[in-house]
């Protein structure tokens, strides 16, 4: 399995953006997925998760109603939705996998990061 993580950019506060992250050589929805991110100076720090199969979702208290995590079968692909933005959601966001997993603990592969920059 390897993931590749896109869709980052710069964004007004405010504004949405949509991350994507892309499955290949495996198919995703065996996989718990979760979306990390890693602010300058700080330490990575959980954002949401959907589980394998069920598709139970989570998400940090920092950005419950504002993200939204999702599941494109046909695409194996898992996006997560951000509205609302700030500037404190300012970071390198990483998605990660877990085989048939109902949460992402302790995950298994990692893609590369996109960046996400929230600025005026």
């Known amino acids: 399995l390897q993931l590749q993580a896109s869709g980052g950019g710069l964004v007004q506060p405010g504004g949405s953006l949509r991350v994507s992250c892309a499955a290949s050589?495996?198919?995703?929805?065996?996989?718990?997925v979760g979306w990390f991110r890693q602010a300058p100076g700080k330490e990575r720090e959980g954002v949401s998760c959907i589980s394998s199969r069920g598709g139970s979702t989570n998400y940090a208290d920092s950005v419950k109603g504002r993200f939204t995590i999702s599941r494109d079968y046909a695409k194996n692909t898992v996006y997560l939705q951000m509205n609302s933005l700030k500037p404190e959601d300012t970071a390198v966001y990483y998605c990660?996998?877990?085989?048939?997993?109902?949460?992402?603990?302790?995950?298994?592969?990692w893609g590369k990061g996109t960046q996400v920059t929230v600025s005026s």
């Open positions: 990660a996998t877990k085989f048939l997993a109902s949460g992402c603990v302790g995950m298994d592969v």
């Open positions: 050589g495996s198919a995703l929805d065996n996989y718990a």
